[in-house]
């Protein structure tokens, strides 16, 4: 996907709600067009792939080393490559509250204001741990932004624990399955791999 592609058609043609990504917007479409195109096994399982790509804001090479990562894990495979995405730094500070979206997230940690640990990541991929701690950067506090979300309430998922007052979260397990309210069938994509 072309970085200028627009969102709402891509999200129309993989058939996922603009909520997904966090954006209040709607269609004047039906998901997934109206067409009655005969897809073959190949284009659904490519399709589900690049859906999970581009709810997250992944790339092919390092969509291909978390499935290769999680294929060397005991876990089922799809379930572990959904939870190495989702313990991506850009996707925590989503799913803390911290963005509005997951590129808005993205770009808070590019720029230096979040910290894990207490120390600052720049890394948008980098992955977090059970008992890591999640904050924007003290000096970064008092920007509009970060003030306003003080007073918003956050639901979280239940792999993470926030603290609005302090804007701080903490990483308390790891996402299982069933934590992923993205509607993917992560199957798909491990026959995708697995040809």
């Known amino acids: 996907m072309a970085v200028k592609d627009p969102i709402l ?16 917007k709607k269609s004047n479409r039906n998901p997934g067009g109206n067409t009655k195109k005969r897809v073959s096994e190949y284009g659904i399982q490519l399709k589900e792939k690049q859906k999970v790509k581009f709810i997250y804001g992944v790339r092919e ?3 291909r080393k978390y499935y290769d990562k999680a294929q060397k894990s005991r876990n089922a495979t799809g ?26 997230a993205r770009q808070f940690v590019n720029h230096g204001l979040i910290t894990v640990n207490g120390k600052v990541v720049d890394i948008p991929s980098y992955q977090v741990d059970v008992n890591d701690v999640v904050a924007i950067k003290d000096s970064k506090k008092d920007y509009e932004i ?17 603290d609005m007052a302090n804007l701080c979260g903490k990483v308390i397990a790891k996402p299982q399955r ?5 509607n993917i069938n992560e199957t798909l994509i491990v026959e ?3 040809k």
Do not use: H
């Open 9 to 24: 058609k891509r999200c129309r043609y993989l058939g996922i709600s603009p909520m997904a990504l966090g954006i209040d």
């Open 61 to 63: 090479k390092q969509f």
């Open 79 to 104: 379930a572990e490559m959904l939870s190495l995405i989702e313990r991506r730094l850009d996707n925590v500070v989503y799913r803390l509250g911290f963005g509005a979206t997951r590129p808005q």
């Open 146 to 162: 970060f003030k306003s979300l003080k007073e918003v309430k956050v639901v979280c998922p239940k792999w993470l624990s926030v």
């Open 178 to 182: 069933d934590d992923i309210d993205a």
């Open 192 to 194: 995708f791999y697995s």
